[in-house]
C-alpha cells in the first residue's frame, strides 16, 4: 500500500534559522509527491511537488523540497523562517495504482506542526 | 487566481438529519475530490468524481454519502442522516486533466453533528 510518513508532530525552529520537515514515502513506481500547507481555521494551499526532472524543487513562500530516491524522502525545508510560516503541513503522495483510471487521490502523511518563535 | 469555494464554512446539524455541503470547483477543473479531517487526524479520502460518475471511493463512503454535479459549477457532498462521527472538516478539491496538476482545495466546511 502506499502511504507517506512524517515522523514529527512538531517542530520548532527560531526566526531566521533554516527549517526542515520531514517526509518519507512508500509507493510502487515512480512517485508524486507534494507539500500542503494548512493555517488555522482554513483549507490546504499547495506549496510544490515533485514529479520528475530536478530533485531539488522550489515552490511558494520561498519554500522548497529534496526528493531523494535513494532514502525515499521529500524534506520540506526554507533557508530562513519566518514566524508567519507557522503552520501545519501536510506531505501527500498521490496514489497511482488506479493508474488508467480517473482518480489519482491523495494520500496525506499525519502532518507536521511547524512552530517559528520570533 | 481562480480558488475553490465552499458553503456554508460551518454547519452544524442533529444526528440523523440530512446535510449538503456545497463547493464550487475551479472553473477548467475536470476532476473532483471530497476529504474529511477529523479534528486532530490526517486528512482522508472520500470519493473522487470525473465525467459525471464516482470514479473512486473510499471505504468511509457509505450508503450514506453521496456526491452530485447538479450543474456546470456546483459540486455537492450530501450525508443521508448523520451521525456523530461525521463530525469533521470537509474538503473539496479540484483538479485539471493531466497527471501532474496539482489538487486545489476549498476552505472547508466544519460540520459539527450534535
Known amino acids: 500500500a502506499q502511504s507517506v510518513a512524517q515522523p514529527e508532530d512538531q517542530v520548532n525552529v527560531a526566526e531566521g534559522n533554516p527549517l526542515t520537515v520531514k517526509c518519507t514515502y512508500s509507493?510502487?513506481?515512480?512517485?508524486?509527491l507534494f507539500w500542503y500547507v494548512q493555517y488555522p481555521n482554513r483549507g490546504l494551499q499547495f506549496l510544490l511537488k515533485?514529479?520528475?526532472?530536478?530533485?531539488l524543487v522550489k515552490g511558494s513562500y520561498g519554500f522548497e523540497a529534496e526528493f531523494n530516491k535513494s532514502q525515499t524522502s521529500f524534506h520540506l525545508k526554507k533557508p530562513s523562517a519566518l514566524v508567519s510560516d507557522s503552520a501545519l503541513y501536510f506531505c501527500?503522495?498521490?496514489?497511482?495504482?488506479?493508474?488508467?483510471?480517473?482518480?489519482?487521490?491523495?494520500?496525506f502523511g499525519t502532518g507536521t506542526l511547524l512552530a517559528v518563535q520570533p | 487566481e481562480p480558488e475553490v469555494t465552499q458553503t456554508p464554512s460551518h454547519q452544524v446539524t442533529q444526528m440523523g438529519q440530512e446535510v449538503i455541503l456545497r463547493c464550487v470547483p475551479i472553473?477548467?477543473?475536470?476532476?473532483f475530490y471530497w476529504y474529511r479531517q477529523i479534528l486532530g487526524q490526517k486528512v482522508e479520502f472520500l470519493v473522487s468524481?470525473?465525467?459525471?460518475?464516482?470514479?473512486?471511493k473510499s471505504e468511509i463512503f457509505d450508503d450514506q454519502f453521496s456526491v452530485e454535479r447538479p450543474d456546470g459549477s456546483n459540486f455537492t457532498l450530501k450525508i443521508r442522516s448523520t451521525k456523530l462521527e461525521d463530525s469533521a472538516m470537509y474538503f473539496c478539491?479540484?483538479?485539471?486533466?493531466?497527471?501532474?496538476?496539482?489538487?486545489?482545495f476549498g476552505p472547508g466546511t466544519r460540520l459539527t453533528v450534535t
Open positions: 501527500a503522495v498521490r496514489d497511482m495504482q488506479n493508474y488508467g483510471g480517473a482518480t489519482n487521490k491523495l494520500i
Open positions: 478539491a479540484s483538479r485539471r486533466t493531466g497527471l501532474n496538476y496539482e489538487q486545489y
Open positions: 472553473s477548467n477543473h475536470l476532476y
Open positions: 515533485y514529479i520528475t526532472g530536478d530533485n
Open positions: 468524481f470525473y465525467n459525471n460518475e464516482i470514479s473512486e
Open positions: 509507493v510502487s513506481g515512480n512517485p508524486y
